[in-house]
């Protein structure tokens, strides 16, 4: 069993800035990627941002390319979402997921943290 906790949702301006972090507990070695999805209101979750924990190798979604960072603290088991220039439309309810060995899709998810970006 893998366990999520999100931090560091809150609400800031236009072209602000946010981090979110997402610390892994349990059954840490089972972690192949882990990685952040989004929904915003009245819409489908969507995914942002992907980090393997076995090649380093990370991509983020279009529509965040260039503001979005992912990375992560192997002491600390956290994986970080580096939020820049955010829109309005970046507004939503952040999850954490975790991708386990086998598994061929994220099968741990954290319970999600808000950010609300005002224009």
């Known amino acids: 069993q893998v366990q999520l906790v999100e931090s560091g949702g809150g609400l800031v301006q236009a072209g602000g800035s946010l981090t979110l972090s997402c610390a892994a507990s349990?059954?840490?070695?089972?972690?192949?990627?882990m990685g952040w999805f989004r929904q915003a209101p009245g819409k489908e979750r969507e995914f942002v941002a992907h980090?393997?924990?076995?090649?380093?190798?990370?991509y983020v979604t279009d529509s965040v390319k260039g503001r979005f960072t992912i990375s992560r603290d192997n002491a600390k088991n956290t994986v970080y979402l580096q939020m820049n220039s955010l829109k309005p439309e970046d507004t939503a309810v952040y999850y954490c997921?975790?991708?386990?060995?086998?598994?061929?899709?994220?099968?741990?998810w954290g319970q999600g943290t808000q950010v609300t970006v005002s224009s």
């Open positions: 997921a975790a991708l386990t060995q086998s598994a061929l899709k994220y099968n741990y």
């Open positions: 980090l393997s924990w076995r090649t380093d190798s990370a």
């Open positions: 349990g059954t840490i070695f089972s972690i192949n990627a």
